[in-house]
């Protein structure tokens, strides 16, 4: 697992998406080396890297020009370029065009996760997962009556990191916000 400091950072972009939550949501994708993933909402590259670092191919798409800049630095940095295929531009247009593949990961869906849900399940794999991270209340909720609604196998998980800072009489935990994991399993044949 990359440490969050060897990230090339921007205050204008979101993200890396801190380690502790990057390993598990590496550990709910089950990437393998033969994977095809797609990241939507690449930020920083945090989960973009990370997956490349264990798949065939990765698509990393976002909105945002600055994150795909972002992204390319950090593939760069850690000689994973290419592996991967950057794509500006809404998620909600895009995902329909693309390839099918195994592991969809969503970290960013400007309130259309139910539709960029729907589309992405339409060209997952049999067997293939969608991992969706939320800090917001509604995403979760989305995510969670999305998938049902697909008939997918879901597991939800919600964890808060309490890292210590070094204070002069010893070591303070500081909490972090609430994330939730929520990992659905296509079993269509
Ligand atoms: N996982 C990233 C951080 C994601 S932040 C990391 O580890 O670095 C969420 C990102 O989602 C933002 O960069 C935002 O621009 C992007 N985003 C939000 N809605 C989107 C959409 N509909 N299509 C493409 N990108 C989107």
């Not at 204008?12 to 089950?30: F, H, N, Y």
């Not at 539709?115 to 060209?123: D, P, T, V």
Request: some cysteine; proline content about 3%.
């Amino acid at each position: 697992m990359i440490r969050d400091d060897d990230f090339i950072q921007s205050k204008d972009v979101p993200g890396p998406t801190k380690e502790e939550i990057r390993c598990l949501v590496m550990c709910k994708a089950q990437i393998s080396s033969e994977d095809i993933v797609v990241d939507v909402g690449c930020g920083s590259g945090g989960l973009t890297v990370e997956s490349a670092q264990r798949a065939k191919k990765v698509i990393a798409l976002d909105k945002n020009p600055e994150a795909i800049e972002l992204t390319s630095k950090n593939l760069i940095k850690h000689g994973l370029q290419r592996k991967v295929e950057l794509v500006e531009g809404d998620a909600l247009n895009l995902i329909e065009n693309l390839p099918s593949f195994d592991v969809l990961i969503i970290g960013g869906s400007s309130g259309d996760l139910p539709l960029i849900i729907s589309r992405g399940y339409q060209k997952l794999k049999t067997n293939g997962r969608i991992v969706v991270t939320s800090i917001l209340l509604e995403t979760r909720v989305e995510a969670v009556e999305t998938f049902k609604k697909l008939g997918m196998t879901l597991e939800v998980v919600e964890v808060t990191v309490a890292k210590g800072k070094q204070m002069k009489r010893g070591t303070m935990m500081m909490g972090r916000n609430p994330i939730t994991i929520i990992t659905a399993l296509n079993n269509k044949n």
